[in-house]
């Protein structure tokens, strides 16, 4: 289920996968249990999606809780990074103008969701 009212802890793997051997994509891996998380994974914990809309998968990382609320955005091949509230451009990656002017857009009409998910996670 997508849309406000969803908060997803994992992104669905791809199904062409074998289940022992499918990356744990977006779920943090307990150490001995289940496949071997890669090294970025390892670093950042779980990767809780908080909306996926036109293509636009907004997230953050379990272990940046002591930075600043944010959510990174990532379409296609490209990725960005914008603090909560207010909504300012950190980076963005392999993202065309329009497609930095549409996740910017984006986010401010999710920010009050993004922000309250943000401080839920973080106990804050």
Do not use: C
């Not at 009212?5 to 289940?19: E, Q, Y």
């Not at 999606?49 to 907004?58: A, C, H, K, N």
């Amino acid at each position: 289920m997508n849309g406000p009212g969803a908060f997803a802890t994992a992104v669905t793997p791809d199904a062409g996968w074998p289940s022992s051997t499918r990356p744990a994509i977006g779920r943090r891996i307990e150490p001995g249990r289940g496949p071997v998380a890669t090294r970025s994974e390892s670093k950042t914990g779980a990767v809780p999606t908080l909306l996926e809309v036109e293509g636009f998968r907004f997230y953050f990382f379990s272990l940046e809780r002591n930075e600043p609320p944010h959510v990174h955005v990532r379409e296609g091949g490209g990725k960005a990074k914008l603090w909560l509230p207010p909504v300012e451009l950190v980076y963005a990656r392999r993202f065309t103008k329009a497609e930095v002017r549409r996740a910017r857009e984006l986010t401010q009409k999710h920010a009050a969701y993004f922000f309250q998910r943000w401080n839920e996670y973080f106990h804050r």
